[in-house]
C-alpha cells in the first residue's frame, strides 16, 4: 500500500519542519493517538527511536531511517501490531510565509489486516488526510497567535 497526502500550511517551512519531525506533537493532530516520547536522547537523528501509544492501548515502536535537517525525516515501525509502515515527511518552501507538508507512506498489513489491504488506501488516506487538515490548523493558529 502507498499513499500520499500533502497540503500548504499558512507558516514558514522551517516552523513546519520542526513541529511535524518533533513526532511527541503527534497526538495534538494525529487521530487515535494518545502520546508519543522519544526513547532515545537528543538531538532527533538517525537511529533515533520513539514510542507511540494509541488509544487502543497498541504501542508502536519507530526508528528514524533517514533526516534532512529542514527538510524531511523518514520513520519506520520497528515494532507494532497492525502495518509495518515506512513514512516520510517532507517540508517545501513555497514562499516566506507558506509551506507545503508532503507525507510519504508505504505500508504493508501484518495478520489478518492482509486481507482488507484491498481497502486500506482509500480508508488511511481519508484519516490521514483528515489528520494533516488538522495539522494545517493548529500550526495556522500557532502562527496567528505569534503574530
Given at each position: 500500500?502507498?499513499?500520499?497526502v500533502?497540503?500548504?500550511?499558512?507558516?514558514?517551512?522551517?516552523?513546519?519542519?520542526?513541529?511535524?519531525?518533533?513526532?511527541s506533537?503527534?497526538?495534538?493532530?494525529?487521530?487515535?493517538?494518545e502520546t508519543t516520547t522519544?526513547?532515545?536522547?537528543?538531538?532527533?537523528?538517525v537511529?533515533?527511536?520513539?514510542?507511540q501509544?494509541?488509544?487502543?492501548?497498541?504501542?508502536?515502536?519507530?526508528?528514524?531511517?533517514?533526516?534532512?535537517?529542514?527538510?524531511?525525516i523518514?520513520?519506520?515501525?520497528?515494532?507494532?501490531?497492525?502495518?509495518?509502515t515506512?513514512v516520510t515527511?517532507?517540508v517545501?518552501?513555497?514562499?516566506e510565509?507558506?509551506?507545503?507538508?508532503?507525507?510519504?507512506?508505504?505500508?504493508?498489513?501484518?495478520g489478518?489486516r492482509r486481507?482488507?489491504a484491498?481497502l486500506?488506501?482509500r480508508?488511511?488516506?481519508?484519516?490521514?488526510g483528515?489528520?494533516?487538515?488538522?495539522l494545517?490548523?493548529?500550526?495556522?493558529?500557532?502562527?496567528?497567535?505569534d503574530?
Amino acid at each position: 500500500m502507498q499513499v500520499t497526502v500533502q497540503t500548504d500550511i499558512d507558516a514558514p517551512a522551517d516552523v513546519v519542519f520542526e513541529y511535524v519531525a518533533d513526532l511527541s506533537n503527534n497526538p495534538n493532530w494525529q487521530s487515535g493517538v494518545e502520546t508519543t516520547t522519544w526513547t532515545s536522547p537528543p538531538p532527533v537523528a538517525v537511529g533515533s527511536t520513539c514510542e507511540q501509544t494509541l488509544e487502543s492501548g497498541a504501542i508502536v515502536v519507530y526508528v528514524v531511517t533517514a533526516l534532512t535537517p529542514g527538510r524531511s525525516i523518514t520513520i519506520e515501525t520497528q515494532r507494532g501490531p497492525a502495518i509495518q509502515t515506512t513514512v516520510t515527511r517532507t517540508v517545501q518552501v513555497l514562499s516566506e510565509s507558506t509551506s507545503r507538508v508532503r507525507m510519504d507512506l508505504t505500508g504493508h498489513p501484518r495478520g489478518w489486516r492482509r486481507l482488507t489491504a484491498p481497502l486500506l488506501p482509500r480508508v488511511v488516506r481519508g484519516a490521514i488526510g483528515s489528520d494533516y487538515r488538522r495539522l494545517k490548523r493548529v500550526l495556522e493558529t500557532v502562527e496567528e497567535s505569534d503574530t
